[in-house]
């Protein structure tokens, strides 16, 4: 999350509303990975708004990608709560039960974060498509060093039947220059059955309508990845973030005969003016 920037106290009740619109607008472009990498709340109601470039896997396990110019928009409220096309929707508990000078250190709460699917036009002739999934992820996170965060996410709702789970683990480190910020973050994923054979796995009628092989995933280590990302602050309004994803599936979903690529990439950039 971008840092405190001064705005207008609005009420919080509207925010649900807008949060589904968000999601429903944008879900395809959030799905860069599960951790949560944020700021601590700022001391005052924060919001922005700009334009996001966006470049994802068209499907789990596609060599190709879709690309998409998006608005962007974030609030950030002093007791944790936050809407975001960058986060998503949801709230950070620790001000509220631990207070602000916790907040700097901790971060635990839960969110929504939507997952891409797999698109007809993206799905092999007799391939049930897959429809894009809006999760609910609890996360936490410490900072146990200056320079080092450690991040965690359980998600669920994923998969065909909305009973897909993953787990994701991560350890981000960071370089201040100034007022600007260079991460490196290094994940890896777990999930259920149930969520891999939704993204990745082939049944018996799917196999007999499109000559594929069956395949069924189990539970297991999905991927690991490696991301970078940066924010430059050209003044106190106007900033520029992003973010480069290098995801590379393990296991069962590397071996699916719908995999093209093990190396999935995710690439989001955004200008940001804070009101």
């Not at 974030?74 to 929707?89: C, I, Q, R």
């Not at 897909?164 to 981000?172: C, D, F, N, P, Y």
């Not at 796995?201 to 395949?215: D, F, K, N, Q, V």
């Not at 189990?218 to 050209?234: I, N, P, Q, V, Y």
Request: glycine share 12%; net charge neutral; proline share 7%.
């Amino acid at each position: 999350m971008r840092g405190p920037a001064a705005g207008r106290v609005l009420p919080w009740s509207p925010l649900p509303a807008l949060c589904a619109a968000l999601l429903a607008g944008a879900a395809p472009a959030w799905a860069a990975g599960s951790l949560v990498l944020m700021d601590a709340p700022p001391a005052e109601p924060s919001w922005s708004g700009g334009v996001s470039l966006h470049s994802w896997p068209s499907a789990p396990g596609s060599s190709q990608h879709s690309d998409n110019v998006l608005p962007a928009f974030e609030y950030l409220s002093p007791k944790g709560a936050f809407v975001s096309t960058d986060l998503g929707a949801g709230w950070n508990l620790v001000p509220l039960l631990a207070g602000a000078e916790a907040a700097k250190t901790w971060q635990a709460g839960a969110r929504l974060w939507p997952q891409f699917g797999r698109p007809s036009r993206f799905t092999p002739k007799g391939v049930d498509r897959l429809g894009s999934r809006l999760t609910t992820e609890a996360f936490a996170n410490v900072q146990a060093t200056d320079f080092l965060l450690l991040q965690s996410g359980l998600s669920w709702g994923s998969g065909r039947k909305h009973d897909g789970v993953e787990l994701e683990l991560g350890a981000t480190t960071g370089l201040p220059i100034g007022e600007d910020f260079i991460g490196v973050t290094l994940g890896a994923t777990w999930a259920n059955g149930a969520h891999l054979r939704g993204g990745y796995g082939i049944g018996a009628g799917e196999s007999r309508a499109s000559g594929l092989p069956e395949w069924h995933p189990r539970a297991g280590m999905m991927d690991w990845s490696l991301t970078f990302s940066a924010e430059h602050k050209f003044s106190e309004r106007w900033s520029l973030s992003g973010e480069w994803q290098n995801a590379w599936l393990v296991g069962d979903a590397a071996r699916s005969p719908l995999t093209r690529s093990k190396l999935q990439q995710t690439v989001s950039v955004s200008l940001w003016y804070h009101f």
